[in-house]
């Protein structure tokens, strides 16, 4: 309900992924974000799909891959693989989805900034929650999985 209720800081004109990169490194935590690179950063999902669901992020506003630069596409797409490989390690998932949705009718929830998701799987992780109620159930709170992950993305910043 916090997703479907919350302005998403649309009505203020405000860029969440721009807010969450301007913000002083004491404030990471609290936005959920795991580590910044020159480039590009990784957070958590606010609202996952899957306990430890991040969104790996160019640091510029963009829309879209042909407005990155060469350099930021790289640091970008390199900290893509790096997040899937620590997410890997630490999550243990059986698989993972990559995945980005290019504007709102590929079902983007923010298209004016790009983003990549990773949503670590685990065979059997559906259940009828979200077939029947459209409710999904966390195994985690966000807060742990911040706790959880940030030491295998600490060495990044």
């Not at 009718?105 to 992780?125: F, T």
Request: aromatic share 8%; charged share 20%; glycine share 8%.
């Amino acid at each position: 309900m916090q997703y479907i209720l919350g302005d998403h800081g649309r009505d203020s004109g405000a860029c969440v992924f721009c807010e969450m990169v301007a913000a002083p490194p004491e404030k990471r935590r609290e936005l959920l974000v795991l580590a910044v690179v020159p480039h590009a950063f990784v957070c958590l999902n606010r609202y996952p799909f899957a306990a430890s669901h991040l969104l790996v992020v160019p640091t510029r506003h963009a829309g879209g891959l042909d407005e990155l630069s060469a350099d930021e596409y790289r640091a970008w797409t390199d900290l893509l693989r790096a997040s899937v490989a620590r997410l890997g390690q630490v999550a243990k998932p059986e698989g993972t989805n990559v995945g980005m949705n290019l504007g709102k009718a590929a079902g983007a929830g923010i298209a004016e900034h790009l983003h990549a998701h990773v949503v670590p799987r685990w065979n059997g992780d559906t259940n009828f929650m979200p077939v029947l109620a459209d409710v999904r159930v966390l195994p985690e709170h966000l807060d742990a999985s911040w706790q959880r992950l940030a030491p295998a993305f600490a060495d990044l910043a």
